[in-house]
């Protein structure tokens, strides 16, 4: 067998065929950096493994790189990254890699592998490994050991044994110290910054960027997979986290940061520390994040925005009380509207998170969401069609509420594959539509993309240059609804 050398191909899959991305309008909006593959090629190479990424969404003509990479450097090891949606896109790269190199070894990791444990060896058997959990020790201790038969001693591996039966090691006792961790390896990915875009209008310049500065929730909604990280929460401190704004705006003179993180202001001194750096210590960058209602008051949110912050999210989930408190915790909407009211009194864009669909939606609870949210104050919103992955507590019984097509490839929020008891997809489809529509269609909502000339002219620049593509999308049936 040919000799293979002792590195990482470190990979994220596009989840569709490449001819299918250039008609993704939502590859036009937004293009995320892997920040979980860039984080662990940092880390591995820390420790003195070789590795390499290749990030397939945002190069959809990816396959030739793959194919050459595999013929020139001969990887020991093929590390695939995955959601749900893009799980059998990594299979179909799996199956090429295995050709090409017969003696490679596949890692596959991610939240959808994480959740699904052993399940995923048993019914992919072309796949060598999956780690569930924290990559970062587990993925070295496994490359370090060589691979097969070494696998049952690593925490955090799904492995065969010598019978062919698939064993889990169990979670890892101790999450790592995230202060411990290099910087993400962003020059690994082909491209960046530029390569990269955030959602237009939420922005104010460039070059930007996305950012993860924590690891967990302490919260348990019905609707969110935590099955690698599971309940627990860690953060960087704030002198780390503002050294990372420093390096990125060194090194790539990055502008504005999107701090991906689930709850941002979860810890408060550690958000007065980080605020007070950057207001003593002015980096001229400024910074979105996402909060939950609990977590915020007045006088933190004049901190960040003194700080920078340009733009504020938050999850609204549904403007029906009844049916908010069957799916996440304190579901006070009184209290979430006066916090909105809050942070534009701060003079913060804000930014309403909601998904349509849950268990127990009714089309009197959608007018309710709507009635809500074009109530508040909010600059804009995010509307995705509720998706129960797996790992998330509504997963368990979710066939008991309505019908789901459990149809992997379309797991993305994009399509309505769970309609609620009461509900058809049709009907979901039309007041989908109904609600950005409206939305777009408000004067005020008008007014303030008129008043993004002069905030974010780049977001303008890029609306008009893929206007044809995003008035097509708004009237498509097929791609917001099939």
Known sequence: MEKLNNKILLLYPLGYSSE?????????ANIMPPLGLASMASYLEKQGIECAIIDCFARPDSDRMIKDYLSEEKPAFLGISCTTSSFFDGVRITEYAKQCLPGIQVVFGGPHVSALKEKVLMDYPIIDFTVVGEGEQTLVELLESGGHGEAARIPGMVYRDDSGEVCFTGYRKKGIELDSLPFPAYEKLAGYPAAYKLPIFNYPKTPNTSCISSRGCPYACSYCDRSVFQRSFRFNSAEYLYEHLRYLKERFNIRHINFYDDQFTFRRKRVEEFT??????PLNMTFNCAVRAEHIDLELLRM???AGCWMVSLGIETGDENLLSQHR??????????????????????KGLLMMGLPGETEESIQKSMDYVFSLPIDDFNLSKFTPFPGSPIYEDIHEKGTFNEDWEKMDCMHFLFVPDGMTKEQMDKLFQKFYKTHFMRPKTILGYVKMIWRSPDSW???IRNAGDFIKFARSDNRLGS
């Not at 299918?20 to 036009?28: P, S, V």
């Open 276 to 281: 007070r750096l950057m207001i003593n210590r």
């Open 20 to 28: 299918a991305a250039n008609l993704d309008i939502t590859r036009k």
């Open 304 to 306: 960040m925005k003194e």
């Open 329 to 350: 915790q304190n579901a006070d909407l009184k209290m979430l509207a006066e916090k909105i009211r809050l942070i534009k009194k701060a003079g913060i864009r804000t």
């Open 461 to 463: 620049i890029r609306f």
